[in-house]
């Protein structure tokens, strides 16, 4: 049986939590414009983008040669929290690990924000390594995102 682990990370930002929130919730039109070099487009095709059940089809750029697309599908929102959940239902990434879950919590810190990122995942083999690469293009994310919103 292959491992299941978890990876966290958090990620001081100079955005405030709320503006970064709100660029999070708007991800699939935000983050192709402010992350070109990550995602050539986030399509919703299911629900709104950004309820419970909606599913989103991203197709990541060149820049990622690992994961060309994923499937994700969102479990959870908390507004007030800033908290959302999502699985990853389809596409490259399942090729390394059966399941793929992320948690990103938003909360304020001085002038700023603070984002925490929480993955769990069950790898497809125990010669698979843990998702580093996958929580770094995470952090690269929301270090660009900040520097984009204050920009």
């Known amino acids: 049986m292959a491992a299941a682990g978890k990876l966290e990370v958090d990620v001081e930002l100079k955005t405030s939590a709320d503006k970064f929130?709100?660029?999070?919730?708007?991800?699939?039109?935000?983050?192709?414009?402010?992350?070109?070099?990550?995602?050539?487009?986030?399509?919703?095709?299911?629900?709104?983008?950004?309820?419970?059940?909606?599913?989103?089809?991203?197709?990541?750029?060149?820049?990622?040669s690992l994961v060309t697309f994923d499937k994700e599908r969102i479990d959870a929102v908390d507004e007030e929290k800033k908290i959302l959940s999502y699985s990853v239902i389809e596409g490259d990434l399942l090729k390394f690990y059966k399941s793929f879950k992320a948690t990103l919590m938003v909360s304020a810190k001085g002038d700023g924000s603070s984002v925490k990122w929480v993955s769990e995942f069950e790898k497809a083999s125990d010669e698979i390594p843990d998702p580093n690469i996958i929580r770094d293009f995470a952090v690269e994310n929301f270090t660009k995102l900040d520097a984009y919103l204050k920009a």
């Open 21 to 64: 929130w709100e660029s999070i919730r708007d991800s699939s039109t935000v983050f192709p414009k402010a992350l070109p070099h990550h995602y050539k487009s986030i399509q919703v095709l299911e629900g709104d983008g950004k309820s419970v059940g909606s599913v989103r089809l991203i197709h990541y750029a060149e820049a990622s």
